[in-house]
């Protein structure tokens, strides 16, 4: 009887974690065979133990070069969806203007579309611009993609902020940008942090958007498409493992400065 009151009390606790091991069952694979050593041309069953594939993570030819090609494109694409939903964000949020319900409504269209159909269209567009494939349409299609979750980020931040604290600032005669630099930007600094981090691994990571797109362009996740053709180096598994425990500390980054901040305002 006590361990049933006591996994009833814990039920939904044992579920959270369980559910946290599945989602993170995938990378711990990848991890784990990062440190294998095939003998074939295929990563996918162990054989030995070994650190090659750490000690010269840029081994395969042309891998480091995508990387760069895709770390380049996520960061720019951060950068524009980022600048252009924060002030789609604001604009929705504090202004009353014609077509805005409209275009609340279709700010979430590119999340509830499937990817292909936007991937077409916009290879569609660029064809009939007769505009030339590659990096800059991969960027541009990024962008789209991204905004719209960047809006819906920086949108619920903004929709919660108190209005009150900037009326304060400007009843001790701060200008309109002493208030926004030093009372809105703060506050609304989590939202925009957390839709460029969103919109930084959705460009990353895209692999359909972008091959509809590239061209002769080979970002990192078309690379490892085409390597799992002919074989996976285990350099693959490298490079993931690095970039989930890049993501790992980014997370326990941003909660030990929050924890910070919340103690020194207390």
Request: charge should be positive; include cysteine; charged fraction near 10%.
């Amino acid at each position: 009887m006590a361990f049933v009151r006591w996994l009833r009390r814990n039920l939904v606790v044992i579920a959270g974690l369980l559910t946290l091991a599945y989602l993170l069952l995938p990378n711990v694979v990848v991890t784990v065979f990062s440190f294998n050593k095939p003998k074939g041309r295929f990563n996918y069953s162990w054989q030995e133990f070994s650190t090659d594939a750490w000690q010269d993570p840029c081994g395969v030819a042309d891998m480091c070069g995508s990387l760069s090609l895709s770390l380049q494109i996520a960061t720019w694409a951060t950068i524009g969806a980022t600048v252009l939903g924060t002030m789609i964000a604001f604009a929705l949020v504090r202004y009353r203007f014609r077509a805005r319900g409209a275009i609340n409504s279709l700010i979430f269209l590119p999340m509830a579309m499937p990817e292909v159909v936007m991937a077409a269209s916009l290879l569609t567009l660029f064809l009939n611009m007769g505009a030339q494939l590659g990096f800059w349409t991969v960027l541009i299609a990024h962008i789209m993609f991204c905004l719209s979750f960047v809006v819906t980020a920086v949108k619920a931040r903004v929709m919660s902020m108190d209005p009150r604290l900037e009326q304060a600032a400007q009843d001790l005669y701060a200008g309109p940008v002493q208030t926004f630099l030093r009372v809105t930007l703060p506050i609304a600094a989590p939202g925009i942090a957390a839709g460029a981090l969103l919109a930084f691994a959705l460009s990353f990571d895209d692999f359909i958007i972008t091959n509809f797109n590239a061209g002769s362009t080979v970002t990192f996740p078309m690379f490892v498409w085409g390597s799992a053709q002919r074989g996976t180096p285990v350099q693959i598994n490298v490079i993931g493992t690095a970039m989930f425990l890049v993501a790992v500390i980014l997370v326990l980054a941003g909660m030990l400065v929050g924890k910070r901040r919340n103690k020194q305002a207390k």
